[in-house]
């Protein structure tokens, strides 16, 4: 049940639970307040699409997920008990309802590429190459398992230390690094050097 106490145990948890912004969003919500999580979900939603994107690959599966992480973070608000940050345990919370989604459906997965946005000042040499290079990341990035995507986009798309990541995927650290190093290591194999500085 939202009120005082959830209220007063997010105020006490300090700055650690992530940015000012968040956290008081975050114990306005604890409190019940629907206008701050409005805005907690507008503040969500981007960082959340990025990643459920990257990680599950099913664009008819990620508002869903979305929508059903973030009334887990309305329902569930009272239980975030400050161990990390916030966006650590929201990103957990969203990992899990990825799974649980792609374990209900059995088709296949989508192959389909974010559009890409170069400026209008850009070359054609260069928007091909642009082109190119991010067809053969997609292609490589979507030969990796969900965990193995979940490790790269944590760490590339949402500068997530190794920790952090351990916590939302429910995992050692040691898989974590061990997840990272077969990613890169079939990255590299895949892009045949072509983003070898990159990675």
């Avoid at 300090?14 to 969003?25: A, H, I, K, Q």
């Amino acid at each position: 049940m939202k009120g005082k106490v959830g209220l007063v145990a997010v105020r006490e948890r300090g700055r650690g639970g992530g940015s000012d912004t968040e956290m008081v969003l975050f114990a306005r919500v604890v409190g019940g307040d629907r206008a701050a999580f409005e805005e907690l979900y507008r503040l969500y939603h981007p960082r959340l699409t990025r990643f459920l994107l990257n990680l599950i690959r099913r664009p008819t599966l990620v508002e869903e997920v979305l929508d059903d992480t973030m009334m887990v973070v309305w329902n569930r608000a009272d239980s975030f008990n400050g161990a990390s940050k916030l966006s650590t345990w929201v990103f957990a919370i969203a990992y899990r309802k990825a799974m649980k989604g792609l374990k209900r459906q059995d088709e296949a997965v989508e192959d389909k590429a974010a559009e890409n946005r170069v400026s209008d000042a850009a070359s054609p040499e260069d928007v091909s190459a642009r082109q190119r290079i991010n067809a053969l990341l997609m292609r490589a990035m979507d030969e990796l398992s969900p965990a193995h995507r979940a490790v790269v986009d944590l760490t590339y798309f949402h500068d997530l230390g190794y920790r952090e990541i351990a916590t939302i995927l429910e995992c050692p650290v040691d898989t974590v690094k061990t997840r990272m190093f077969h990613a890169r290591r079939h990255l590299r194999r895949r892009l045949s050097g072509a983003l070898t500085d990159w990675i």
